[in-house]
């Protein structure tokens, strides 16, 4: 059992500003804008319902991915046409894992166990329920088959895009309702152990941009924080 953790998520880029995270850990899931055609209608962010205010983006079109049904999508689907992620995430088989950081702004009393202003954060995590499928790989598959992403972003662009795409098992993946914090308190650009001790990544530089990776004492590890409360990270 393996895994591989990607940034994803609304950022100070696109479209100008980060997800919230609130005093109890909680959080709210911000995907990036649509930046391509797509070959059917895809939510906007007035649609999405937020607490965040996003009305000077209302009538943005949304890349909805990874998607999550717990925030209103069919599938637990990823797909991406950057190499930098689609490499790594192409090594991943049926049952490892696939967890999705993201970087937050504090909103209210900031949390001990935060960094202050933002810090990077695990959202959330698919177990694959196969292997990672190549774009090529896609093209080829069966009618039934591809119906499996048939609600995915990439799919749903003008032309498809995707290097790779990520199915996750619905008994086994979600959207977290406490983050997992990969920042130390110190400062959103400094990471904590999670990534210094347990990742490939040095914590060198932008490290909350780059893919990591995990093996199985770290991808454990993830998953017993997942089912804590923040603040266990301190221990």
Excluded at 182 to 209: C, H, I, Q, Y
């Amino acid at each position: 059992m393996r895994s591989v953790a990607i940034n994803v998520g609304a950022n100070t880029n696109e479209p100008g500003f980060r997800g919230p995270l609130f005093p109890d850990g909680s959080f709210e899931y911000i995907p990036i804008p649509e930046s391509k055609p797509t070959s059917e209608p895809v939510p906007t962010y007035g649609d999405l319902d937020l607490r965040t205010d996003a009305s000077a983006v209302a009538d943005q079109p949304v890349h909805f991915d990874p998607e999550f049904p717990e925030a209103g999508g069919e599938r637990y689907t990823y797909g991406d046409e950057h190499g930098v992620k689609a490499g790594p995430l192409s090594e991943l088989s049926a049952g490892d894992y696939l967890f999705f950081y993201a970087t937050l702004s504090v909103a209210g009393e900031r949390p001990a166990w935060a960094s202050p202003e933002w810090g990077a954060h695990v959202i959330g995590h698919f177990r694959l329920a196969r292997d990672a499928v190549s774009g090529e790989t896609y093209r080829d598959l069966p009618p039934e088959e591809q119906a499996q992403f048939a609600s995915n972003a990439h799919v749903k662009r003008d032309p498809f895009d995707a290097r790779v795409l990520i199915r996750g098992n619905a008994e086994e993946s979600q959207l977290y309702n406490t983050v997992v914090p990969l920042s130390a308190p110190s400062g959103g650009t400094d990471a904590n152990e999670l990534v210094t001790d347990l990742s490939s990544d040095s914590g060198k530089g932008p490290w909350w941009r780059r893919p990591m990776r995990f093996d199985e004492a770290g991808t454990e590890r993830l998953l017993e924080l997942a089912d804590s409360n923040p603040s266990a990270i301190e221990r």
